[in-house]
């Protein structure tokens, strides 16, 4: 996480956040760890590179942007149809996702 100018800014990419074992690793926990952090952290902005994973859905982003403001682009693992109809409630202004 960075402090920039006063701003509180964590950036992520590659959560990959997927229902399967996949090399030993339980990526259905990925989403886990990615709240925890936010909560720990408390940023007002998190950053993503994309590469969500495919078992994103609208009701586990709506628990995220209830705690941050969200900017990213999408990764070719990506559910753009779930992404794309995501808004940032904590902004100000309707901030798309």
């Known amino acids: 996480m960075h402090r920039w100018l006063g701003l509180s800014i964590l950036a992520i990419c590659d959560l990959h956040y997927d229902r399967r074992i996949y090399r030993g690793f339980d990526e259905g926990r990925a989403w ?3 709240l925890s952090i936010v909560d720990y952290h408390s940023p007002e902005y998190l ?3 994309g590469d969500w994973g495919t078992a994103v859905n609208e009701a586990e982003f709506q628990m995220l942007l209830g705690r941050t403001i969200v900017l990213t682009i999408y990764g070719n693992h990506d559910d753009v149809e779930v992404l794309s109809k995501l808004y940032n409630v904590r902004s ?6």
């Open 92 to 97: 100000t202004a309707t901030c798309p996702f």
């Open 32 to 34: 886990e760890w990615l």
């Open 47 to 49: 950053l993503s590179c």
